[in-house]
């Protein structure tokens, strides 16, 4: 699936967020035996703070009260299923609700509110893409996906890389933290690299400055990661421990090293300490 939903009008923006306002007051408590199922299922999540959990369980409810799950190709989407993307979708909104005092604020589901809709797919994904070089040609080509985040429009998850979430952590893989992650790089309209900061992010003063210090900590971290791709695929030295994918651009990078801050941060933390700093000051914030 690779066509976006079309964009709501400015009537029905007003409606769904007075349906998103109520969805905040009835969105029903995830079951005990099905929240410890998916804890046990994703080490990186049995491993917060029992506030964390707590938190993270009242943004899923939140989550779900507000989106739509779908099947591809007959795909039958269970509690499990859905609530296993909501418990990772959400794990980066922990910290995010301004003026919170406690973690798990559904004021941060703000960032996913241009989409309702999440599909589920039995596997990769194939989408149609096409080119038009500098002489007119059109090349067409499909490419295997095991997730795609649209503007303004759906989530697609190959189901197959959801489930094994908790065994690629070690690798620092997780589509559905990669794909949510372009949905918040996305916010400001452009895929750019840098999800709208904060006032005053890392002691600066306006948006421009945030930016630019943002990216003065993500550019060379890329640019270096980028080389020890090169190095590995030309000359056979040691493979990069992050996801190769990340280099192929700046925007894909900090998606990948964003999964990977999340679901291994003990690792991450150990290849890029200054990503870890940065990650840390922008979804950690100082209370």
Request: with cysteine.
């Amino acid at each position: 699936m690779n066509t976006a939903l079309p964009r709501p009008s400015g009537l029905w923006q007003r409606l769904r967020h007075w349906l998103g306002s109520r969805a905040v007051t009835q969105a029903r408590p995830v079951p005990e035996d099905l929240w410890q199922a998916t804890l046990a299922a994703h080490p990186f999540l049995a491993a917060l703070r029992p506030d964390e959990q707590a938190g993270l369980r009242r943004l899923c409810a939140h989550f779900l009260a507000r989106k739509e799950f779908h099947g591809a190709h007959g795909l039958q989407v269970s509690d499990a299923m859905a609530l296993a993307v909501a418990a990772q979708a959400c794990l980066p909104l922990l910290h995010l609700a301004p003026g919170a005092e406690a973690p798990g604020d559904p004021r941060a589901l703000a960032w996913y509110d241009d989409f309702v809709g999440i599909v589920l797919h039995p596997g990769l994904a194939l989408a149609r893409r096409d080119f038009t070089d500098d002489d007119g040609i059109v090349h067409q080509w499909q490419e295997e996906l095991a997730g795609e985040a649209m503007p303004g429009g759906p989530v697609m998850l190959s189901w197959p890389d959801v489930a094994a979430a908790g065994e690629s952590a070690a690798q620092g893989y997780n589509v559905v933290i990669h794909e949510f992650i372009h949905k918040m790089d996305l916010r400001d309209g452009a895929a750019d690299a840098c999800p709208p900061l904060p006032p005053g992010f890392l002691g600066q003063q306006g948006v421009r400055a945030a930016r630019q210090a943002w990216l003065a900590v993500l550019t060379p971290a890329w640019e270096d990661f980028c080389e020890q791709v090169i190095r590995a695929e030309r000359f056979g030295q040691a493979e990069p421990w992050l996801d190769a994918y990340g280099a192929q651009s700046l925007d894909e990078f900090l998606a990948v090293a964003c999964e990977a801050y999340f679901v291994n941060r003990a690792a991450f933390g150990q290849h890029f300490p200054t990503l870890l700093t940065l990650f840390d000051a922008f979804f950690r914030p100082a209370r």
